[in-house]
């Protein structure tokens, strides 16, 4: 097949993604869907990988990690509720999707990857794809980007245990923070937290299944 015509097929895929997994169930957003649209999934995953990239299940991207499946990526963008003036925060870069996303609604993208292999890979295709508001670090997340601080929202792509401290810190008032919260081995909870002048408050939106977070938070 040419490369025009592989582009057309992956674009209807991206097009039949959106209405069958995210708009049919409860993913409303316009720019939201717009964003999904646009980024093409793809790319994000192993060459071994493309011709199931569009579909409604999470994908391995290599170092035992996966790509989350679509409509978990929507919800979480959805809830983080970011406007284009955002700056946002992500732990747990993985392939780079989820990044590239929130880099079409946001501001800026700061995002945090544990594996520098991984860190590394997600640089590169953000990079080619022209994405030149996402900044890709290497390191424990735990320890949020204090030079960048305040984030208007902070979402964690990876499992802690309980929310970590300097991160909280780091998020700006009415800002949220959207994260699964749990162990590797029950089921996590999808928990958005809205920070207000007098503290945290907590919402929660039903199990998930995430990778844990590594590193520091294990020692907490
Ligand atoms: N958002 C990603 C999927 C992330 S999978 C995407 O769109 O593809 C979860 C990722 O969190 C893994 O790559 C894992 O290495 C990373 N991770 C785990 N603990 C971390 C930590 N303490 N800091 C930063 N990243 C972490």
Known sequence: MK???????????RESMVARQLAYRDITDERVLDAFRKVPRHLFVPDSSKSSAY????????EGQTISQ????????QLLNVSDTSKVLEIGTGSGYQAAILAELAKEVYTIEYLPSLAKGAERILDSLGYDNVHVRAGDGFLGWPENAPFDGIIITCAPEKLPEPLTEQLAIGGRIVVPVGSQYQA???????????GLVANYEGGCFFVPMRGMIEAE
């Not at 490369?3 to 895929?13: P, R, S, T, W």
């Not at 409604?56 to 290599?62: A, H, K, R, S, V």
């Not at 409509?71 to 979480?76: C, E, F, N, P």
């Open 3 to 13: 490369e025009k015509e592989k582009n057309n097929v992956y674009k209807a895929a």
């Open 70 to 77: 679509p409509y978990i990526v929507a919800l979480m963008t």
């Open 55 to 62: 579909g409604d299940f999470p994908l391995p991207i290599g």
């Open 188 to 198: 996590q909870t999808l928990s958005v937290y809205t920070k207000t002048d007098t």
